[in-house]
């Protein structure tokens, strides 16, 4: 099959292409290097089954290049970071919304049957309920939110419009390697690992009770390739399944690393979710998705790559 990953240079993106390559197919990487980077996908390049076309989803004439002929797309292609959303919405909107709608268009116009749609579990908000089941009512905080938010809703129309099946995947906190570290939107596993390597305390905002369903990288890859392969359209929460608190996290990381440093505990930040997990029955039944990667072979692997 010939797919093409939008975003395909990025953290989640690069691993997606990697995964399709691995399983024989061809891909496309199409980014335009705002935060994806050449070195993360250099090796796959270098191999016959991947090329790649610089370009940015607000282009529609180059996204129709691009899908020419393809069995399906992943939808990577975001500005990834909450608050740079808040700080300016319309730019958000812009990549995320409209850009979105271009790729399904681009897809419909092109004949393709199938996207899989990167959103998040931030389209939740942070409602008290847990787990998080794809039936609740999304409550979008921020920008950021509301533009995943849509860009399912437009899945969800363009599936029942034009005959394509459209997923929408909703992320919880993945964590791998290709984070990237040097980001200050980068997720606390990769802080805490960057900190450690450099044998400097990391921070903590609140006491550390505050829990997270961390999903390995791999894991999200085997989501997204199920998701494609399965004959479905549809919502669906991408996620271990588990919970866990700050304070646990920093000792498997001590673990992994064989590195102990000292936590210097700060206010907590405005704003921040409590507690967060997924219910991921509707993923697993549907598309046949079970996390295969346990927190210490996901971090095991991830402090390896730094
Ligand atoms: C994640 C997203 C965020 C989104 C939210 C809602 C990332 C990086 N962030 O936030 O954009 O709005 O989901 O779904 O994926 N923490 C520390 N020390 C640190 C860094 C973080 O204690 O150095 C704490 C945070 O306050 C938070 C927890 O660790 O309580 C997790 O933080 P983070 O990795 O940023 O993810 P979310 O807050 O879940």
Redesign the pocket.
Same mark, same amino acid.
């Given at each position: 099959m010939k797919y093409v990953v939008t975003g395909g240079a990025g953290f989640i993106g690069s691993h997606i292409a990697e995964g399709l390559v691995a399983n024989g197919h061809e891909v496309v990487i199409f980014d335009n290097f705002f935060s994806g980077k050449k070195e993360n996908v250099n090796d796959l390049l270098a191999g016959p089954n991947a090329s790649l076309i610089e370009g940015t989803i607000l282009d529609s004439a180059t996204l129709r290049k691009a899908f020419e002929g393809a069995d399906g797309i992943f939808h990577e292609a975001a500005i990834a970071?909450?608050p740079r959303s808040v700080a300016d919405p319309r730019e958000t909107h812009e990549v995320n919304l409209s850009g979105t709608v271009n790729v399904l268009m681009a897809a419909r116009d092109c004949g393709v049957k199938k996207v899989v749609f990167a959103s998040?579990?931030?389209v939740?908000g942070d409602k008290p309920e847990l787990p998080k089941r794809e039936s609740m009512m999304p409550d979008p905080l &921020?920008p950021?939110?509301v533009t995943k938010s849509a860009g399912e809703n437009y899945c969800s129309v363009f599936s029942r419009l034009y005959g394509m099946q459209c997923v929408s995947l909703r992320y919880f906190?993945?964590f791998g390697p290709r984070q990237d570290p040097g980001s200050p939107?980068?997720?606390?596993?990769t802080? #805490?690992i960057t900190n450690t390597l450099a044998h400097k305390p990391?921070?903590? #905002?609140?006491d550390?009770k505050?829990t997270?369903d961390f999903v390995y990288v791999k894991d999200v890859v085997r989501a997204n390739i199920l998701a494609m392969e399965s004959p479905v359209s549809g919502v669906y929460n991408v996620a271990s399944g588990s919970q866990l608190d700050?304070m646990e996290l920093l000792e498997i990381v001590a673990n992994v690393s064989g590195i102990r440093v000292p936590v210097e505990f700060v206010q907590?930040?405005a704003g921040?979710?409590r507690h &967060?997990v997924a219910d991921i029955a509707v993923a697993q039944e549907i598309l046949g998705y079970v996390p295969g990667c346990s927190m210490r072979e996901g971090l095991g692997e991830t402090v390896q790559w730094f």
């Open positions: 970071s909450v998040s579990a931030a939740y &921020s950021y939110a906190n993945v939107y980068s997720g606390v596993i802080k #805490f990391v921070t903590i #905002f609140g550390g505050q997270r700050l907590p930040a921040d979710v &967060s």
